[in-house]
């Protein structure tokens, strides 16, 4: 009668644990044809190039204003220097004139600006453009023009900037690059192309 018993015992025992290895063989089995979940990368940035190039640009306000600076200094700039070397530290090379550089990137129309465009104009009246902007948003624009000012943010609706507005330009594309491709820098200084006087307004 024991004998019986333990032998049933063991039966049940041994086809429990069967059991258990009958499931973990089908579950680890399973799990193996499930599909890799995909690994997510983190954003590099939650910014976008418009707005690491008004944050770089905003860190020299106070900058002064030096006509015909040397490109790549960061303790005086004029118009052009200043968003050569801004867009230059966001991985976007441009030309160094402000006139060289209204011939690059997409034209924007001035009701169609966003933040990170360039903005030109003609304030000497003459029909060459003297002065670029960067466009920041809400009608204002990052720049430098005038000894005593140096780098700053500036109203544009109804400025002067706004009343000699030639055209505006695009050169952040969705990479990130400038439009059309990098733009070579010519590391010509605006002096040489009689653009942007001192004390201009």
């Known amino acids: 009668m024991n004998n019986n018993t333990n032998l049933i015992r063991k039966s049940r025992i041994v086809k ?4 258990i290895g009958l499931c973990l063989s089908v579950a680890f089995s399973g799990s193996m044809l499930l599909p890799a ?11 976008s190039v418009s707005d690491q190039v008004i944050a770089t640009g905003k860190q020299f ?14 303790d005086e700039f004029d118009c052009s220097s200043f968003t050569q070397y801004v867009f230059k530290q966001n991985g976007i090379d441009l ?12 034209p924007v129309s001035k009701d169609r600006l966003q933040p990170g465009d360039l903005v030109f104009s003609d304030t000497n009246h003459d029909g060459v ?5 960067i466009y ?16 700053t943010v500036s109203d544009f609706d109804g400025s002067t900037w706004d009343d000699t507005f030639v055209t505006a330009r695009r050169v952040i594309s969705d990479n990130g690059q400038a439009s059309g491709g ?3 820098n010519l590391n ?13 307004h």
């Open 95 to 106: 030309p160094r004139s402000s006139k060289e550089q209204s011939q690059v990137g997409t």
């Open 37 to 47: 979940h995909p690994v997510h990368a983190a954003s590099v940035s939650d910014s």
């Open 16 to 19: 429990t644990y069967m059991g």
């Open 136 to 151: 920041i948003g809400n009608g204002q624009l990052l720049h430098t023009y005038s000894v005593g000012i140096g780098v």
């Open 182 to 184: 990098q733009i070579a």
């Open 188 to 200: 010509q200084s605006e002096s040489t192309n009689g653009e942007h006087q001192q004390g201009e």
């Open 61 to 74: 306000l106070g900058v002064r204003y030096q006509f015909g600076a040397t490109s790549g200094r960061t």
């Open 129 to 133: 453009i003297n002065h670029v902007s």
